[in-house]
């Protein structure tokens, strides 16, 4: 089959519509037919108005398929004369096709079928009383089949329901008027096409008439009326309905482990234990100094003392000690510089002092020496910066200065240099991880505090009164920052 232009197309609109149907299935089909005598060809179009089948043949392929319907023997021409012979013979097979597919022609076929084909989509044939013919249509698709009968078929048929309404009875009206009334009509139309479509369709005794066709064709049951005028309807609105609120749908608990429930449990039945509170005897020294490592340290080398006064440091004590001075427990010296770092400094028993009155002279001395070490702590503290905490510092025990360890030496009585470094190292073995030494404040030699000052804080110290070294110390700085 040769392709279908779009002049060939377009000469399909000044073509009418023949219609034939099968006496097989009763199935109605509507084609065009159009034809060229100049270039021996033809073009048919047939639909049953869902489906286009389109055939277009040129001048030997009719020839052929004539002389295959009607059983006539190929014709060899062998000079000019017989070639313009076939010419002729073609271009009259051209015109009595175009004859057949008239209104006309169609009344004097004798038969219309449809057969099968293996070459084609859609074959019928056309019987007449001399010869027969055969078209060998093929589907051109659904949306060219859409466009082909929109503009072929149905915006036809609605223009002209609006000419039959708008002319009256068509019986009664000549070819003449009514060409006229058709081209008035089609003009507007072509303007727009829409607002015709809409005018013609919004009519009521039209759309209640296709109404009723349309229910008659379907076998609807119940039939329309037609009307020629529309109803205007009455609308009222209400409030809509309130939506229910859904409830919110409980959580469900978490089921709690048995480890955790035990565990709970175990932490009620067994509250900690307290840490037992142990008093240490006037010869041990709970803190062991830590030797602080110079790089670390914020402060200058000069400002760092030597730790040669740490063995002859006598610590204070609350409780009286026993009048026979006896060697103490490690584990209780380790004890209790574990549970009481900052502890009061241990003092000399009361067994010693009462010995003789040089011993009561030096512990009144002593006590005088270690409350002004405790004021210059204070102050020292006061004025250290507060830096980043390394490890909280435990209180060390001040060193006195040289004369007042002149002074406090006869006062130890039982005890030599030999004996207390001795009992330092063995205190320091069994004490907590070793401290760095306190960083004594050079005592200025001006009269500051006077003797009276000084009776005041000694009397406050005897009767146990608060010795205005109040609130949470602050761990000393031992370094700078490394970034």
């Given at each position: 089959m040769e392709e279908l232009s779009q002049e060939q197309f377009n000469q399909l609109f000044s073509k009418e519509w023949l219609v034939k149907s099968d006496s097989e299935n009763s199935v109605p089909y509507l084609f065009k037919f159009n034809s060229s005598t100049t270039e021996l060809t033809c073009l048919i179009m047939i639909t049953d108005t869902k489906s286009v089948w389109v055939e277009v043949l040129n001048s030997n392929k009719i020839a052929r398929r004539w002389r295959a319907c009607n059983r006539i023997e190929p014709f060899e021409p062998s000079s000019a004369e017989r070639e313009e012979t076939e010419k002729a013979w073609r271009l009259s097979v051209v015109e009595n096709l175009t004859k057949i597919h008239t209104p006309g022609g169609m009344d004097i076929v004798s038969s219309f079928q449809v057969i099968e084909s293996r070459y084609s989509d859609f074959a019928f044939e056309?019987?007449?009383?001399?010869?027969?013919?055969?078209?060998?249509?093929?589907?051109?698709?659904?949306?060219?089949s859409a466009e082909i009968i929109s503009k072929h078929l149905v915006l036809p048929l609605i223009s002209f329901s609006q000419v039959s309404f708008i002319s009256g009875s068509l019986g009664r009206i000549t070819e003449s008027e009514l060409e006229k009334t058709i081209d008035t009509t089609v003009r507007n139309a072509r303007r727009s096409i829409d607002t015709h479509v809409k005018n013609v369709v919004s009519k009521p005794l039209i759309t209640?008439?296709?109404?009723?066709?349309?229910?008659?064709?379907?076998?609807?049951?119940?039939?329309?009326?037609?009307?020629?005028?529309?109803?205007?309807?009455?609308?009222?609105?209400?409030?809509?309905?309130?939506?229910?609120?859904?409830?919110?749908?409980?959580?469900?608990?978490?089921?709690?482990?048995?480890?955790?429930?035990?565990?709970?449990?175990?932490?009620?039945?067994?509250?900690?234990?307290?840490?037992?509170?142990?008093?240490?005897?006037?010869?041990?020294?709970?803190?062991?100094?830590?030797?602080v490592n110079d790089d670390d340290s914020c402060t200058e080398p000069s400002d760092v003392e030597p730790n040669k006064h740490a063995e002859s440091a006598v610590p204070v004590v609350a409780t009286p000690a026993p009048t026979s001075p006896s060697p103490p427990e490690p584990s209780k010296s380790k004890s209790l510089a574990l549970a009481k770092p900052t502890s009061l400094r241990i003092s000399v028993s009361d067994a010693n002092s009462s010995s003789s009155p040089n011993n009561s002279l030096a512990k009144n001395r002593k006590v005088e020496s270690s409350a002004s070490d405790d004021d210059e702590?204070?102050?020292?503290?006061?004025?250290?910066?507060?830096?980043?905490?390394?490890?909280?510092?435990?209180?060390?025990?001040?060193?006195?200065?040289?004369?007042?360890?002149?002074?406090?030496?006869?006062?130890?009585?039982?005890?030599?240099?030999?004996?207390?470094?001795?009992?330092?190292?063995?205190?320091?073995?069994?004490?907590?991880?070793?401290?760095?030494?306190?960083?004594?404040?050079?005592?200025?030699?001006?009269?500051e505090d006077s003797e009276e000052e000084r009776r005041k804080r000694v009397a406050k110290l005897k009767s146990g009164g608060p010795t205005g070294r109040g609130g949470v110390r602050q761990p000393l700085k031992r370094g700078g920052k490394r970034f």
């Open positions: 056309i019987e007449f009383e001399d010869f027969k013919w055969v078209w060998e249509t093929n589907f051109i698709g659904h949306r060219n209640t008439s296709v109404r009723r066709l349309t229910a008659m064709l379907n076998f609807a049951d119940e039939l329309p009326p037609i009307s020629s005028m529309n109803v205007t309807p009455e609308l009222t609105f209400t409030s809509p309905p309130h939506s229910k609120i859904r409830a919110a749908t409980p959580s469900k608990p978490h089921a709690i482990s048995p480890n955790r429930t035990k565990r709970e449990s175990n932490l009620t039945e067994t509250p900690p234990k307290p840490v037992p509170f142990t008093s240490a005897s006037p010869r041990e020294n709970p803190l062991k100094p830590i030797p702590e204070a102050e020292r503290r006061r004025v250290t910066k507060r830096s980043t905490y390394t490890r909280p510092a435990a209180k060390n025990i001040l060193h006195p200065s040289s004369s007042e360890e002149e002074e406090q030496t006869p006062a130890v009585g039982s005890y030599s240099k030999s004996t207390a470094r001795q009992k330092t190292t063995e205190s320091d073995a069994d004490s907590s991880p070793a401290r760095p030494p306190a960083k004594k404040k050079k005592v200025d030699s001006s009269s």
